[in-house]
């Protein structure tokens, strides 16, 4: 299984990015698709994921802001990032909970994409 994330770039405080993130692969079923982002300096933290049935968690400090949506039939993930702000900068990481052909439940990572939030 290998996801592909893209659309991070450059972009100036209070504008609007979209990442994507496809998955490809051979597998049963997707059951939690999210993003996650690492800052210079800090942790990985969670920015938003998608349960099966469509529920969705935010974390707090982008919860009006960010939109995060799911393409089930593509097995794509987007995320609609709204009011940027300089702290949003960081590596952008797409992760999925994967059963697998063999029925396992497996984790995998994307590489990343870059968003940097600066005028």
């Known amino acids: 299984v290998q996801l592909q994330a893209s659309g991070g770039g450059l972009v100036q405080p209070g504008g609007s990015l979209k990442l994507s993130c496809a998955a490809s692969g051979k597998f049963l079923e997707i059951n939690i698709m999210g993003w996650y982002r690492q800052a210079p300096g800090k942790e990985r933290e969670l920015v938003a994921h998608m349960m099966t049935r469509g529920s969705t968690d935010y974390a707090d400090s982008v919860k009006g802001r960010f939109t995060i949506s799911r393409d089930f039939a593509k097995n794509t993930l987007y995320l609609q990032m709204n009011s940027l702000k300089p702290e949003d900068t960081a590596v952008y990481y797409c992760?999925?909970?994967?059963?697998?052909?063999?029925?396992?439940?497996?984790?995998?990572w994307g590489k990343g994409t870059l968003v940097t939030v600066s005028s």
């Open positions: 992760n999925a909970e994967v059963i697998t052909l063999d029925y396992y439940k497996r984790i995998y």
